[in-house]
Nanobody
Framework: QVQLVESGGGLEQAGGSLRLSCAAS????????LGWYRQAPGKQRELVATITSGGSTNYADSVKGRFTISRDNAKNTVHLQMNSLKPEDTAVYYC??????????????WGQGTQVTVSS
């Protein structure tokens, strides 16, 4: 019942910007964490940024100062503003949600992934 729909990926030049968006629908409880992860060819999936329902954020060291995560609670939407892009940012980016029920059980869901390619 939970679906994550991503948009905003594509091709951009080094130094440019992209804005990713992910709209979540379904049985998502008010206590949750939304986030972005990425996976480059031949590498493990890594955390990019997360934001809790309370607004606390967490960023990978490699993107601090360049990327900004935000959310719209009314729309259950999370955004990732990516500035000063580097070729090493090239990866498939995945939207993620962790939602906790009132009886303290946590469920995790993933989007289908969207390709971000940064050319030099």
């Amino acid at each position: 019942q939970v679906q994550l729909v991503e948009s905003g990926g594509g091709l951009e030049q080094a130094g440019g910007s992209l804005r990713l968006s992910c709209a979540a629908s379904g049985s998502i409880f008010s206590t949750n964490t939304l986030g972005w992860y990425r996976q480059a060819p031949g590498k493990q999936r890594e955390l990019v940024a997360t934001i809790t329902s309370g607004g606390s954020t967490n960023y990978a060291d490699s993107v601090k100062g360049r990327f900004t995560i935000s959310r719209d609670n009314a729309k259950n939407t999370v955004h990732l503003q990516m500035n000063s892009l580097k070729p090493e940012d090239t990866a498939v980016y995945y939207c993620n949600v962790k939602t906790t029920t009132p009886w303290s059980r946590t469920y995790e869901y993933w989007g289908q992934g969207t390709q971000v390619t940064v050319s030099s």
